[in-house]
């Protein structure tokens, strides 16, 4: 069992930037895909931007394609998105998921483990 963790969240102006953290516990997490969700009032979830095991590969929504990166650090099982020139419709709450098979795609099926979000909220 995966047990993921969410934090760096927060309210900030147009322009600026956060990064969020996800760090996982139970189980090392270096075998996992790892992506992040967000889901805005009154919409879907949709992916924001995805991993896979080793951090060779990874994917970003055109929406945020330039603006945010996904990294992580298996010694620390941990996983980030920085976020920068943030805008209003990134306003959401920000979700990170691990996929055991690896492979970091944006299907919302392959993600096995969820974490408990973390809010965004862009001012503008």
């Known amino acids: 069992q995966v047990h993921l963790v969410e934090s760096g969240g927060g309210l900030v102006q147009a322009g600026g930037s956060l990064r969020l953290s996800c760090t996982a516990s139970g189980r090392t997490i270096n075998t996992h895909g790892m992506g992040w969700f967000r889901q805005a009032p009154g919409k879907g979830r949709e992916c924001v931007a995805a991993?896979?095991?080793?951090?060779?590969?990874?994917f970003y929504a055109d929406s945020v394609k330039g603006r945010f990166t996904i990294s992580r650090d298996n010694a620390k099982n941990t996983v980030y998105l920085q976020m920068n020139s943030l805008k209003p419709e990134d306003t959401a709450a920000y979700y990170c998921?691990?996929?055991?098979?690896?492979?970091?795609?944006?299907?919302?099926?392959?993600?096995?483990?969820w974490g408990q979000g973390t809010q965004v909220t862009v001012s503008s």
């Open positions: 998921a691990a996929d055991p098979q690896g492979w970091g795609t944006c299907a919302q099926v392959a993600y096995d483990y």
């Open positions: 991993i896979n095991w080793s951090g060779g590969t990874t």
